[in-house]
């Protein structure tokens, strides 16, 4: 429910406050951004599979923001497009959390039944 209310807050301010990215800039913002999202959505998907830790979440979302804005840097000053190696690694990154979630979220009441099954006939649950 927490995740929802921050949700809605952020997009309530991002709808509120204008604010624009100047356009020598909008490469790097999206670099991160796309890290940034990767990076929610890897969260997400620990808290579901109740591996979430805080400090690999934030070394995560920090590290990762700032690899694709130095990709993104060092292509420029080379003249070689290298913020598509971002683009490429987080898409795919995103894409495979989106699956994990999904996947861990149609088999939740699955294994909740297993348990309650197992609780009910007096055998010890797998956790499986």
Known sequence: MLELIGLLCGLLIGVLVPWTIPAQYS????????????SALGGYCARVQKEFRLSVFLSGTIGNALLAVLLTWL??????PLYLAAVVVFGTRIFQNFAKIRRELLTLKQKRDKIN???????????K
């Open 27 to 38: 490469l790097y913002a999206a670099a991160g951004l796309l890290a940034a999202l990767d």
């Open 75 to 80: 292509g420029e000053k080379l003249g070689i």
């Open 117 to 127: 099954q197992d609780i009910v006939s007096g055998r010890e649950p797998d956790n």
